[in-house]
């Protein structure tokens, strides 16, 4: 049903409006190794790219879909009572945020996204009931301070970057965290002996909608992440299909 936790149709749209004319061109990406990602302002997957208010919130909706439900795993997958505040990279309009500080309400909540997300997020908060309990900050995570915490979520973004630019988003996370804070990562990631044929089509996938996105090994986070200055990673299954990894500073 509609605004319960469970419902995907959110989801469901948004393949339909996207996803499907963009696999559609699977040949054509496989000839030529290009992303097939359609023209945002005619209903492309690439939401960063959305400049029509209304296909952003239709995008936005999609996403929430998995986030409600990622976000009741994370709020039991992690000991946030040793924690005082988090900050959702790239939280869109801070469903996930919301969902965390429902369950944990002592926390102090951010989203860090690009400043165009700002209405949509005032908008979703407050009809949730949470206005002023989440913070929105506008930037690019890439070229702007990223707002300090205790936690920093990274959820659905490493995927969308080569392996350079993930190294150096987590060497910039790793300045925001706080000391004994810790960053949170989940993604599809692949398994470590590449046997799980469903995140290697969710890999393929990532190639078809971005320039250089690809989902990655759990092994391969956990040596970026080691680079960066973080210590003692951890992995666990997410919703049977995600990968949660943590790692402390």
Not at 7 to 31: K, Q
Not at 125 to 131: H, K
Not at 219 to 237: E, H, K, M, N, V
């Amino acid at each position: 049903m509609p605004g319960t936790a469970t419902y995907l149709g959110g989801f469901v749209e948004l393949t339909n409006e996207t996803l499907y004319g963009t696999w559609g061109r699977l040949t054509e990406a496989l000839t030529t190794g290009a992303p097939q990602h359609l023209d945002p302002d005619k209903g492309g997957f690439v939401g960063d790219r959305h400049k029509d208010p209304e296909k952003m919130k239709r995008f936005f909706a999609g996403l929430d879909a998995y986030s409600d439900r990622m976000g009741v795993e994370i709020a039991r997958a992690v000991d946030w009572s040793r924690h005082a505040s988090f900050t959702d990279l790239g939280g869109a309009r801070g469903n996930l945020a919301a969902v965390l500080v429902k369950e944990h309400p002592h926390l102090t909540a951010g989203v860090f996204d690009l400043e165009r997300t700002r209405p949509l997020f005032t908008e979703h908060t407050t009809r949730l009931g949470l206005d002023g309990r989440v913070a929105f900050t506008g930037g690019d995570f890439f070229t702007d301070d990223i707002p300090k915490a205790d936690v920093i979520v990274l959820g659905h973004i490493l995927h969308g970057f080569d392996t350079d630019r993930r190294r150096e988003l987590l060497n910039r996370v790793f300045a925001a965290v706080n000391p004994g804070g810790r960053v949170l990562v989940y993604d599809r990631m692949i398994d470590d002996e590449r046997r799980d044929p469903e995140r290697l089509l969710s890999s393929l996938h990532m190639r078809l909608v971005s320039q250089d996105g690809s989902e990655y090994r759990v092994g391969d986070l956990r040596t970026w992440l080691a680079g960066a200055g973080f210590a003692d990673s951890t992995a666990q299954p997410l919703l049977g299909t995600h990968t949660l990894v943590t790692a402390v500073r």
